[in-house]
């Protein structure tokens, strides 16, 4: 069980400006009123309620070993954990079903009978732009790629439209996972945070992020952020005053990082 101070680490870690959790609060609410929550939130942590999941090929010893140190039971995936899917591969429509069932709670319930044909329009948009908010931060839902469709989730042609255009207005769900996928990786760089310090203990122990690839095997997080990463480094410009950019790797020219600038290499070969 973690103790007070690992759990203040984590929530004082958390952004403070962060899209708020299934409770409705953001990381400002938690790190601003932790004097007053602190306990409480030591206490709802219940070994009954919480589980751990671990490798199918760890060993029995291991599974056996966590089981007595945290008090938790092994559970297998898929499962949902702060109102965000955890699985193993490729993302699939049923891991989403959770949010799918609250969507329709919300624009099926008996208040939508009161409203008119315009309301119901607004309860709609406000329930699809503000649910899926925490999801989409963490979890990028299957769609379509490459022009090859996965997935129909409506015609974006007329739900983004503008209501004069004879749409209703909602944001492109494609742009605003976009949106947080560049956010990530922004965070990433920039930012000490528990799962950023994560990464990069896993994958850049001897390298840095920008000369990594995804290969075959490592975490859908990953291969987002090698994905996107070249999009937004090109509009990343690192200061020499805080000593804590790389020479090579990070753009504080304004124009390339040094690992790619050809003059260098060919300055160097000589």
């Not at 950023?196 to 490592?218: H, M, V």
């Given at each position: 069980m973690?103790n007070?101070?690992?759990l203040?680490?984590?929530?004082?870690?958390m952004?403070?400006?962060?899209?708020?959790?299934?409770?409705?609060?953001?990381?400002?609410?938690?790190?601003?009123?932790?004097?007053i929550?602190?306990?409480?939130?030591l206490d709802?942590i219940?070994?009954?309620?919480?589980?751990?999941?671990?490798h199918?090929?760890?060993?029995?010893?291991t599974?056996?070993?966590?089981?007595?140190i945290?008090g938790?039971?092994?559970?297998?995936?898929?499962?949902t954990?702060?109102?965000?899917?955890l699985f193993?591969?490729?993302?699939?429509?049923?891991?989403?079903?959770?949010?799918?069932?609250?969507?329709?709670?919300?624009?099926?319930?008996w208040?939508?009978?009161?409203?008119?044909?315009?309301g119901?329009?607004?309860?709609v948009?406000?329930?699809?732009?503000?649910l899926?908010?925490?999801?989409?931060s963490?979890?990028?839902?299957?769609?379509?790629?490459?022009?090859?469709?996965?997935?129909?989730?409506?015609?974006?042609?007329?739900?983004?439209?503008?209501?004069?255009?004879?749409?209703?207005g909602?944001?492109?769900?494609?742009?605003?996972?976009?949106?947080?996928?560049?956010?990530?990786?922004?965070s990433?760089?920039s930012?000490?945070t528990?799962?950023?310090?994560?990464l990069?203990a896993?994958?850049?122990?001897?390298?840095?992020?920008?000369?990594?690839?995804w290969?075959?095997?490592?975490?859908?997080?990953?291969k987002q952020?090698?994905h996107?990463?070249?999009?937004?480094?090109?509009?990343?410009?690192?200061?020499?005053n805080s000593?804590?950019?790389?020479?090579?790797?990070?753009?504080?020219?304004?124009?390339?990082?040094s690992?790619?600038?050809?003059?260098?290499?060919?300055?160097?070969?000589?």
């Amino acid at each position: 069980m973690p103790n007070l101070e690992e759990l203040k680490t984590v929530v004082f870690s958390m952004n403070p400006n962060s899209a708020a959790g299934p409770d409705g609060m953001n990381g400002y609410f938690f790190q601003k009123c932790w004097n007053i929550i602190k306990h409480d939130l030591l206490d709802l942590i219940n070994s009954d309620k919480s589980h751990f999941m671990v490798h199918t090929s760890a060993f029995n010893s291991t599974r056996d070993r966590i089981k007595r140190i945290t008090g938790f039971k092994q559970r297998e995936g898929p499962l949902t954990y702060l109102g965000c899917p955890l699985f193993v591969g490729r993302p699939r429509i049923i891991y989403f079903s959770d949010l799918i069932n609250k969507v329709l709670c919300r624009v099926t319930g008996w208040q939508t009978r009161l409203l008119s044909y315009g309301g119901r329009a607004i309860l709609v948009k406000h329930v699809l732009q503000s649910l899926p908010i925490h999801l989409l931060s963490a979890v990028t839902p299957p769609g379509w790629r490459n022009e090859r469709k996965k997935y129909h989730w409506e015609s974006w042609k007329n739900l983004s439209f503008p209501y004069d255009e004879g749409g209703i207005g909602m944001r492109n769900l494609k742009d605003v996972c976009k949106a947080f996928q560049y956010k990530q990786w922004w965070s990433f760089r920039s930012k000490q945070t528990l799962w950023g310090d994560f990464l990069r203990a896993k994958y850049c122990q001897r390298s840095n992020p920008i000369s990594k690839k995804w290969d075959t095997g490592e975490s859908l997080t990953w291969k987002q952020l090698m994905h996107n990463k070249h999009k937004i480094e090109d509009h990343i410009l690192w200061k020499l005053n805080s000593g804590n950019c790389s020479f090579w790797w990070d753009n504080w020219l304004g124009v390339d990082p040094s690992a790619f600038s050809p003059d260098v290499d060919s300055t160097i070969s000589r």
